[in-house]
C-alpha cells in the first residue's frame, strides 16, 4: 500500500540514560541546524492537587521563573532574554513542563537555569503575592472574559465530578484567592525531583555529549524516593455511566454549538482500547474525508463538525464530538444527528477503512524527522508517562496493531457505559 | 601554658574555619555567572549555513531556494501578491477567502473524495490562506512524493473544480463564522480598531468579508478570481529541503507552464491612517478591560527600522524581561502580560499593543503604559538594555531555521519585504552596526506622540 514510512527504524534518532539520581535524559540528534530544544517534564500536574487548592499547579510553575538562591528575582528572565532564549512553561492536568528553544551555545547555560531551579527555589512574599494576581488576570483573561469558556469548565467540571481532573488548570477564582506560598513551597518539595522528571534534548547534539551535560548540571542532585502521591485512581464512578444533557443561553453567543463529551480510555488506562479509539477518531471527524464531514457536513446536515480523542493522560481520556448546527435547526434534533453518527458510523466501518486510516496515520511520521521541537515534546510527554523508549520508537505498532474488532468493541462500550455530558450552547436572544 | 596554647591554637582554628565556611557560602550564593558558563561551553557557537539560491523560471519568475537534506522532506511556500482580501472589489468582499477555501475540494484529475485521500496517504500538507494583500500556498511533502504533489497541485490550484455544492458548504462556514465575530471580546476590540484606524479604506476588512456579499458571490466570481490574481506578475516563491536546484527548477517550471504573465492588477490607495484617534470603550460586561494601542512605526526598509525594533523591544516587544512588563506584571501584578510589536506593513507601519487587566485596576495600567511611553520619548535607553537586546538578536539567529517550513516562510518573506538574496549573510551585520545613539534619536522619534487607545470592557 501507500507505505510512505520508508525510514521507520530511525523514527526517532533517539537514546536514553538513567542518571543515578533518577533523571531520566533522553537525548535526539537533529543536525539541520545548530539549535537544540530542551523539554523538561515533571510527573505532576492540576490532578495532583488537593480540593480545594486548584490552580497549585500551574501557579507554581510562575513560581518557577521568580528566582532562586543563585539566581535571583527575575533574573532568569534578563538571562534567558539576553542569551536569545526563546522559553515558556506549561501546566495540563497530568503533567509539567519547561522548554526552551536555544542556539547550541547556550544549551549548557539553560541546563544550569533548569536543574538549578529544580532544587533551588527561593521566593520572596512579595514575588508570591505578585504571581498570585498575575495567575488571576491570567484566568479571567482565558476564561471568565468569555461566557463560551467559562460554560466549558462548568461542564468540564460535570464530566469529571468528584475526581482530581474535575480541576480545572487555571484554578478556581476563590482557590487561587486562599492559596499561599507555604501550600506551593510544599508542592514543590514533594513533586520537583530528579526521579520524578523527564529531561528531553533535541537538536545538534550528540547523545554522548547530551548525556554528560545533563550529567554535570542535574547529577548532584538529590533524589526524593519516596514521592508521596495524592492522586487517587479511583474512577468508577465516571467509567460506568451516567448521561447529561445541558442546554445553556448564553452573552455573546451568536450561533448555537453543539457538543458531546465521553469519559474514554486512555494510554495508560488500557492503551490497546485507546490507540483503537484514536483511530477511529481519526476515521470519524478528524479529515476531510472522514465520517462528519462526508456524511453530515457535505450534505448540509450541520456547518460543521468534528471529533477528537485526548488518550495521554495518566487518568481516563477524553472523546469529544463537536459541531455547529444549521441556522434555524431543531435543537431536539440536533441532539439526535450527533449521537446517531456515532452509532451509525461504527456500524458501516469495514475493514478496509480500517487498513486505509492506518496508512495515513503512519505516513506523517516521516515529519517529526525534521522539527526537533515536535519530536522533543512527543518523546517527552510519552516518556513522562511511563513508557520505555523502544515502545516509543516502535510507536507506530501500537497503531499497526489495531483489530477491526477492537475498534468496534471500544467505540461501543464506549457510547453505551462511559459517562457522557452533550451540551447545546444558543445564543441568549435568536438572531 | 600549653592548655592556653591549645586554646589559642584551636581558637585560631575554629575562626579560620569560620571564615573559610563564610567564604564557601558566599562563593556558592555568588558563583553563579551566566557569561562564564556561555564561554567555557563545550558546545560552541556555530552559524548555519544559509546559502539562498536564485532560480530563474522559463515565464521569468524567480525563486528562491535553501538546500537542505537532512530530513527527506520539501516545503514550498508561495504568494500571489495583490491577491489578498484588501483586493477584492467593494460588492464581493469575502472574495478570496472563499476562493482559498474551495480548492481543496478538487482539481483536474483529482476530484474531491481521492484529492484528500491522496493528500493523507501520501503525508502531503497542503494549505491555502489570505492575508489583506497576498494569497498564499503552502505545501510541505516526503521526498519521494514530490512528483505527485506537484501534479496535484498544479490541477489543484489551475483546474479547479469549482462545483456549486461546495461552494454551498464553503458559504454556509463562512457566513457562520461572519455571525460568530463578535463572540470572542479579542475579535469585537481587533475588528473595531480597523475601522477607526483605516476608516473606510479595503485595508478595514476582515478575511471573512460581508454577510450580505457572501451570501450572493457565484462560481463567474470565483472564476474571476483566479483569472485576474494567478498571474506571473504577481507570483513570488520559496523553496527549502531535500531537493537540487536543477530539480526545484523543473517542477517549478512544470508548476507554472500555463500561468499568465500579467494582467491590471490594481494597487490599493494609501490610506489615511488614524494614528491619533481619542481613546474610547466598547461597552461590555465582562470582569477584565482589554486595550489595544497604535502609534506611528516603520516600514521594512525604513533607516529606522533596526533602531526602532530595538527600542520596541526595550519597551514591550521582548516578553517578561520588558520594561512594560517588568512594572505592570511583575511589579504590580496587574496583568498575565501587556505586549507592544512593530507592524511593519507598507500602507501603515504601526508599534501596536495591548494588554488585558480587572477593570478596578484599568486606570492605573493605562498610566503606567503613558508614563513609561514617556520615559521612552524622553530619556530614551540604557547601555545596557540596548547591549541586551543586541545579544538577544544575535544568539536568536539560528533559531528560524528549526523545521523546513519555516525557511521556506523565511525566504517568502524576504523577498516580500526585499531584503535581498544575501539578507541571512548580512543580517546579523545589520544588528550590530545599530547603535546606541540611533536607538535613542529613535526612541525620541517615534515615542514623542502618546499612543491612540482603544478598549473593550465596562471601564
Known sequence: ?431 | MIKKVIYVVLNAFFAALLIYALYIFLMQKNDFDAQKIVQNSALKGKTFEANVEEITLDGGNKAWLLAENSAPLVALEFCFDKSGFAFDDDTTQGLAQMAAEILSYGGGRYENTRLNDLLEENAIELDFKVSSDAFFVSMTTPKNNIKLAFDILKDVLFLPHLKPEHLEIVRRKQLTAIDMQNEKPEKVLNKEFKKVFYGSHPLSRSALGLKEDVEKIDIADLKNFYQTRFVGDNLIIAVAGDVTKDEAAHLLNGLFSDLPSSSESKNLLEPDANYQFEEYNINRDMPQVLAHFVAKGVKRLDDDFYALYIANEIFGGSGLSSRLNLIAREKEGLTYGAYTYLNDNKYAPMIEGSFATSKENYQKMRQILLEEWQKMADFGVTKSEFEAVQNNMLTSFNLRFMSLPDIASQLLYMQKKHLGLDFLKKRNEYVKNTTLNQVNAAAKKYFAIKPAVLTIGNN
Request: glycine letters at 4%; aromatic letters at 10%; hydrophobic letters at 40%.
Open chain 1, 1 to 431: 500500500m501507500f507505505f510512505a514510512l520508508n525510514a521507520r527504524a530511525e523514527l526517532f534518532d533517539a537514546k536514553e540514560m538513567y542518571l543515578n539520581n533518577g533523571l531520566r535524559v533522553i537525548v535526539s540528534e537533529n543536525h539541520k541546524a545548530p539549535v537544540a530544544k530542551v523539554v523538561l517534564f515533571y510527573k505532576v500536574g492540576a490532578i495532583d492537587e488537593i480540593s480545594g487548592k486548584s490552580g497549585l499547579a500551574h501557579l507554581l510553575e510562575h513560581l518557577m521563573f521568580r528566582g532562586t538562591k543563585k539566581v535571583p528575582a527575575s533574573n532568569l528572565n534578563e538571562i534567558m532574554h539576553q542569551n536569545g532564549v526563546e522559553y515558556n512553561a506549561y501546566t495540563s492536568a497530568d503533567l509539567t513542563a519547561y522548554h526552551e528553544t536555544v542556539d547550541i551555545s547556550r544549551l549548557e547555560l539553560v541546563l544550569f537555569l533548569e536543574a538549578d531551579r529544580m532544587t533551588n527555589l527561593d521566593i520572596s512574599d512579595e514575588a508570591f503575592e505578585g504571581e498570585q494576581k498575575i495567575v488571576f488576570e491570567e484566568r479571567q483573561q482565558r476564561i471568565d472574559n468569555n461566557p463560551k469558556s467559562l460554560f466549558n469548565e462548568e461542564v468540564h467540571h460535570i464530566l469529571w465530578q468528584n475526581t482530581p481532573y474535575a480541576h480545572p488548570i487555571a484554578g478556581f477564582k476563590d482557590d487561587i484567592k486562599r492559596l499561599t506560598k507555604e501550600d506551593a513551597l510544599d508542592f514543590y518539595r514533594r513533586y520537583y525531583a530528579p526521579d520524578n522528571a523527564v529531561l528531553v534534548i533535541s537538536g545538534d547534539i550528540t547523545p554522548k555529549e547530551g548525556f554528560e551535560l545533563a550529567q554535570k548540571y542535574f547529577g548532584k542532585i538529590d533524589k526524593k524516593s519516596d514521592i508521596q502521591r495524592r492522586f487517587d485512581d479511583d474512577f468508577s464512578a465516571v467509567l460506568s455511566g451516567g448521561k447529561y444533557q445541558i442546554e445553556k443561553y448564553l452573552e455573546h453567543t451568536n450561533r448555537k454549538n453543539i457538543v458531546l463529551r465521553y469519559v474514554a480510555p486512555s494510554v495508560l488506562t488500557d492503551p490497546k482500547k485507546a490507540y483503537a479509539l484514536a483511530l477511529f477518531s481519526s476515521y470519524f471527524g478528524e479529515s476531510q474525508n472522514s465520517y462528519l464531514k462526508k456524511q453530515l457536513v457535505e450534505k448540509g446536515k450541520l456547518v460543521e463538525a468534528s471529533c477528537s480523542a485526548d488518550i495521554y493522560s495518566r487518568g481516563p481520556g477524553t472523546f469529544y464530538v463537536a459541531a455547529l448546527p444549521i441556522k434555524n435547526s431543531d435543537d431536539v434534533q440536533n441532539f439526535a444527528v450527533l449521537s446517531d453518527a456515532l452509532k451509525q458510523a461504527i456500524e458501516r466501518l469495514m475493514p478496509e477503512d480500517v487498513e486505509k486510516e492506518k496508512n495515513k496515520n503512519m505516513s506523517w511520521f516521516v515529519y517529526i524527522k525534521d522539527n526537533p521541537e515536535d519530536a522533543a515534546f512527543f518523546l517527552g510527554k510519552m516518556a513522562a508517562l511511563g513508557f520505555g523508549l523502544e515502545d516509543i520508537q516502535n510507536y507506530e505498532k501500537n497503531i499497526e496493531n489495531v483489530s477491526f474488532d477492537d475498534i468496534q468493541n471500544t467505540v461501543r462500550e464506549m457510547i453505551e457505559k462511559s459517562k457522557n455530558v452533550y451540551t447545546l450552547c444558543a445564543p441568549k436572544e435568536e438572531l
